[in-house]
């Protein structure tokens, strides 16, 4: 079971391991937070290199790990994943594998973000569209003026 919480993250070093579509699924919803965001994979999307964040080309290795708050296993080889998983529960760290929140020691949930307001709706990590419906419905109510707010 997830708690939801809402972290301070100013000024802490997020972490996204690995480089390709799912990564920039995460940045996508981070770079409203922060711009304290490290990226080290071996090859990253045209997209994920057009932003502003620190990309290290190579190979995980534990040490890539040091001085980061949250890390996002964000690669697609399952072995990868659970190897930054054990290494960051080793460091405590907390970490999320993308996909996989059998592993998450916490799950990202649909976000509407609105000046100071933030509206997150989680599914647990079961059902992810279910959520992200959800989140869209109160934005569509925010957004059209109906939640009379």
């Known amino acids: 079971m997830f708690l939801p919480v809402s972290i301070d993250i100013t000024d802490k070093q997020i ?3 690995g480089g390709g579509k799912v990564a920039l699924e995460k940045i996508t ?3 409203r937070f922060t711009d304290k965001i490290i990226i080290v994979t071996i090859e990253a999307d045209d ?3 057009e932003y502003p964040y620190h990309i290290i080309y190579k190979a995980y290795e534990k040490s890539d790990l040091d001085g980061s708050f949250l890390v996002y296993a964000c690669t697609n080889i399952k072995i990868t994943n ?3 998983k054990d290494d960051c529960n080793e460091k405590g760290i907390l970490v999320n594998v ?3 929140p059998g592993l998450c020691d916490f799950i990202s949930p649909a976000i509407y973000k609105q000046g100071n307001m933030t509206v997150a ?3 647990n990590g079961k059902d992810v569209r279910s959520s992200i ?3 869209n ?3 569509d109510l925010i957004d059209n003026g109906s939640a009379g707010l």
Do not use: G, H, M, T
Request: hydrophobic share 45%; proline share 0%.
């Open 47 to 49: 997209v994920v290199k």
């Open 15 to 17: 972490l996204l391991i």
């Open 121 to 123: 709706v989680s599914s």
């Open 133 to 135: 419906r959800w989140r």
């Open 29 to 31: 919803s981070l770079k």
């Open 137 to 139: 419905r109160i934005r």
């Open 82 to 84: 659970q190897q930054i």
């Open 98 to 100: 993308v996909d996989n």
